[in-house]
């Protein structure tokens, strides 16, 4: 069974930049396509982000396209997050997830998520 760490969130202004990481403990995600979620309050959870294992192949909604970059550091069974010229509506608790398969857009495609780091972004 592999635990997730989320760390990295914080209070950041409009247009400012955070990273996030995601490491994992009790056994490796080298092997295991990632991805990043976020959840607002009183919204449902929705895709972010997505990597392969091999961090060859990307994945990004729409509304961070172009801002935010998912890369990973396998010798560190770590993988991030780095989030540019954010916004507003970007406030949510952000989880990282392992993918298990068939849609990597979505929840039900991921196990093993974990607790979450709160990023509030004001305007």
């Known amino acids: 069974q592999v635990q997730l760490v989320e760390s990295g969130g914080g209070l950041v202004q409009t247009g400012g930049s955070l990273r996030l990481s995601c490491a994992a403990s009790g056994r490796t995600i080298n092997y295991s396509r990632m991805g990043w979620f976020r959840q607002a309050p009183g919204k449902e959870r929705e895709f972010v982000s997505t990597?392969?294992?091999?961090?060859?192949?990307?994945g990004y909604a729409d509304s961070v396209k172009g801002r935010f970059t998912v890369s990973r550091d396998n010798a560190k069974n770590t993988v991030y997050l780095l989030m540019n010229s954010l916004k507003p509506e970007a406030t949510a608790a952000y989880y990282c997830?392992?993918?298990?398969?068939?849609?990597?857009?979505?929840?039900?495609?991921?196990?093993?998520w974990g607790q979450g780091t709160q990023v509030t972004v004001s305007s």
């Open positions: 997830a392992v993918y298990i398969g068939p849609n990597w857009s979505r929840v039900q495609s991921y196990n093993y």
């Open positions: 990597i392969s294992r091999d961090g060859g192949d990307t």
